[in-house]
């Protein structure tokens, strides 16, 4: 039987290699390609995380973001519509904290009527099947920027978890659907499991920042909430060492225990043998976050022509299925979603 190869050879009478196996043979086509292809994006797979600005009719562009907006609510939700039309799953909230709101104690997290909540309830009544994802920690609304309280220069821990237990009530009882604990203090996906369970909440979902490393990849973020300037020293006390592996493997398994429905991994591009390795281990709804310095990075060598947007915008949200997640939480979340419907 004559071996065909529909892979372009050497012209006839070219000297050819004796080769029965030939993986370019299933790269030859593109419904080859399609068939044989082992991941696969989807808009299924997108969260697009929000910056929510406080007043009427505000945009404000984060400079170091280029593209991403931070929006006041009237704003907001024509912007979640277009996510909405496009398909997108779920949105990621983040509010931007006026300085005179900010204070040594973050107290501001729990009030039932910060923007925060009023950004919850409004999206909730415009968008009912639209997932909302609240994070959980202090930084937003702390003196010194930091996650959780702070007593002469020390983060504390228990009296923390205290103030981030508020927060989730409050976001709970606002609408929020999943929580995200974002501030890597122990125990606090127990103590907010009981105190949801304990007020009603049942159904509210909580995806833990469970292996969250403290990286130099937040930088446009910390711009973009406001919280950056105000940062004293910082975060290695509660977020994880970038040299570490097993580490984050005992953070998602505690997590796990203490109740979390989804475990998250951030940054992404630089952490894909993190969520490899997490989803491997212990097989539950994995999500990564494609953090703003990622963002920035790509969106930086796109505008002066060194890469190609539409081509690596795809690629490295793809990289992020292969690498086993579930979800992504990205910047890229509409464009990418229009690439998607485009290429159907
Ligand atoms: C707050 C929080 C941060 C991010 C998400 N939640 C910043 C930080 O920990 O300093 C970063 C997201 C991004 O960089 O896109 N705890």
Redesign the pocket.
């Known amino acids: 039987v004559p071996l065909v190869a529909p892979v372009p050879v050497a012209p006839a009478g070219a000297r050819q290699l004796n080769l029965r196996m030939r993986p370019r043979r299933n790269r030859a086509d593109a419904w080859t390609r399609r068939l044989v292809a082992e991941n696969r994006l989807t808009t299924d797979d997108l969260i697009l995380?929000v910056f929510a600005l406080d007043g009427e009719n505000r945009r404000e562009p984060v400079a170091s973001m280029p593209g991403v907006e931070r929006l006041s609510l009237d704003l907001l939700v024509a912007y979640v519509a277009e996510a909405v039309d496009l398909g997108i799953p779920a949105v990621a909230l983040?509010p931007v904290t006026p300085s005179e709101l900010k204070t040594e104690d973050g107290r501001e997290a729990t009030n039932p009527d910060n923007l925060m909540c009023r950004t919850i309830r409004t999206l909730k009544s415009q968008f009912p099947d639209l997932g909302l994802v609240g994070?959980v920690?202090?930084?937003?609304y702390t003196s010194h920027?930091h996650?959780g309280l702070m007593h002469n220069g020390v983060i504390l821990n228990d009296e923390s978890v205290e103030v981030l237990v508020a927060q989730a009530l409050a976001q709970a009882d606002a609408g929020i659907d999943i929580l995200?604990p974002?501030?890597?203090m122990d125990g606090r996906i127990g103590a907010i499991r009981d105190a949801l369970d304990g007020q009603g909440h049942q159904l509210v979902r909580i995806c833990s920042?469970a292996a969250?490393y403290a990286?130099g990849?937040?930088?446009?973020?910390?711009d973009?909430?406001n919280?950056g300037g105000f940062?004293k020293g910082d975060?290695r006390t509660y977020?994880m060492d970038p040299a570490n592996t097993d580490e984050a493997l005992r953070e998602v398994a505690l997590d796990l225990q203490e109740g979390a429905d989804m475990v998250m991994v951030?940054?992404g591009m630089p952490y894909l043998d993190i969520v490899s390795r997490v989803k491997q281990t212990f097989a539950v709804p994995t999500f990564v976050?494609?953090?703003?310095?990622?963002?920035a990075m790509l969106k930086a060598a796109c505008a002066n022509g060194w890469l190609d947007n539409d081509k690596v915008v795809l690629e490295s949200l793809l990289a992020f299925k292969r690498a086993g997640a579930d979800a992504i939480?990205t910047?890229f979340a509409i464009e990418a979603a229009r690439m998607l419907r485009d290429r159907a």
């Open positions: 995380p983040f994070d920690a202090l930084d937003p920027g996650d995200a974002s501030d890597m920042y969250k990286s990849f937040y930088g446009p973020f910390r973009a909430v919280s940062l975060k977020q951030k940054p976050y494609q953090v703003s310095g990622e963002y939480l910047y």
